[in-house]
């Protein structure tokens, strides 16, 4: 085969994007002949021109693992979410309750968060609170 064939052969796809002022973290799939691999990118923009600009991308053999990276480095709930993939909703929204109740997150914090990602993964998100004035997390699919 030739690199022509080989290329046209490759699908490239985001799967995951959330994003804050001046930045982003994404995973990128890639599948082709060989099978696919998942791309890690986080990005943040300097306005100071201190050189503190951020830009890393890692190569990894599944969704979990670069996602797993995210969630225990980030409070990514709280960032803006553009894209979650149909392929990975249902771990992302696993993930996304089980970190909230890990937290103990209050309504108030996660705020209009809450429905971009109701939205994305079409949940309806529930909290309350227990006894222990911590807040539990529980949701529903939507069924549209």
Known sequence: MNSNNLEQSIKIERVFLIGAEGGGISITRRIGELGEKFYYKHSEFDPTNEG??????????????????????????????????????????????ERLNNDSVKPDRLGARKYDWEDALKIKLKCNSTTENKSFWKFEVVKR
């Open 52 to 97: 503190l600009d951020v830009y890393i991308e890692r190569e990894y053999d599944s969704f979990e693992e670069p996602f797993e990276l995210i969630n225990n480095k980030y409070c990514w709930y709280l960032l803006y979410v553009i894209t979650v993939h149909d392929d990975f909703k249902c771990f992302v929204r696993d993930k996304l309750v």
